[in-house]
């Protein structure tokens, strides 16, 4: 956990503190256990009547750190701790954490798109509940900032790039809500909604106060940012030394995307000296 950034952390301590608060030491009633909710659903689990037709719009936050079972929260928790690292390098963490919220907010509205058009067979009661719909915005994220990346699978035991993943997810959950298989056309509706507008300021960083134009390019140097901090101080400090630590400071608390075209330049110099060395 000490190698987590400071917000993909503290999204993994809540979820988790929520789960056991909800499952083991609130009481469930018997209407609850015979409508399979618990205790924390009822306020904060998002349903289209109580989220938009009794504005309780709180709900589109709320329900992303609801879960319904081990299994849901483990692999939610899994793709935030594996992925969002890399995307809250990129943004910052102030922006990560509104683009992640967003994300999930946006798999509430999809959700009541499609149910509202008939392609999600669901109820206005149904609740959705699960931090999908954000890790999928954080998914699509990685992929386009890295979508060569090589990602090793579990289950099934494959490895498959980035973008590829990222595609067969997508793949997944369209099948899913087309061919009704699986039950959960809901939580699938959440996904895409959650994608969606991850690809979406990914590629117009500026909706959420990057530069306008900027280019979206793989962050090169990540592996090697903090080798100017920790490298003995035998020589004297040059000053193009000081201007990469500056640089790194700067991606820790606003990100890469927020760099300039030469800050950028300066940081993959010093990169490529770093790899030249013997």
């Given at each position: 956990m000490s190698h987590l950034s400071p917000v993909v952390k503290w999204l993994l301590i809540i979820n988790v503190a929520v789960f056991?608060?909800?499952?083991?030491f609130l009481h469930r009633t018997p209407a609850m256990m015979r409508d399979g909710v618990f205790p924390l659903w009822n306020p904060g689990a998002f349903t289209i009547r109580s989220g938009l037709s009794e504005l309780h719009l709180w709900q589109f936050v709320t329900f992303q750190f609801l879960h319904a079972s081990v299994l849901h929260i483990l692999f939610n928790s899994i793709g935030i701790y594996f992925f969002g690292p890399w995307l809250e390098r990129w943004w910052g963490s102030k922006k990560f954490l509104i683009f992640y919220l967003a994300c999930g907010a946006a798999g509430a509205a999809f959700f009541t798109l499609l149910v509202r058009l008939g392609v999600v067979d669901a109820s206005w009661d149904s609740p959705l509940v699960g931090a999908s719909a954000g890790i999928y915005?954080?998914?699509?994220?990685?992929?386009?900032?890295?979508p060569d990346l090589r990602?090793?699978?579990l289950f099934p035991p494959i490895e498959l790039s980035m973008r590829q993943l990222a595609i067969a997810m997508m793949a997944i959950s369209i099948g899913a809500i087309l061919l009704q298989l699986g039950g959960n056309e809901g939580g699938e509706a959440g996904h895409l909604g959650g994608a969606l507008l991850g690809y979406?300021?990914?590629?117009?960083?500026s909706l959420l106060g990057g530069q306008p134009g900027v280019e979206i390019r793989r962050p090169r140097a990540f592996a090697s940012q903090a080798a100017p901090k920790l490298r003995p101080?035998?020589?004297?400090?040059?000053?193009?030394?000081?201007a990469v630590d500056l640089i790194l400071d700067k991606i820790s608390r606003e990100g890469f995307q927020s760099l300039t075209q030469i800050e950028r330049d300066i940081l993959t110099q010093a990169a490529q000296r770093q790899q030249n060395r013997p």
């Open positions: 056991f608060l909800d499952h083991m915005g954080i998914f699509i994220g990685v992929a386009v900032i890295a990602v090793a699978l979406f300021l990914m590629r117009y960083p101080h035998t020589e004297v400090r040059t000053g193009e030394d000081t």
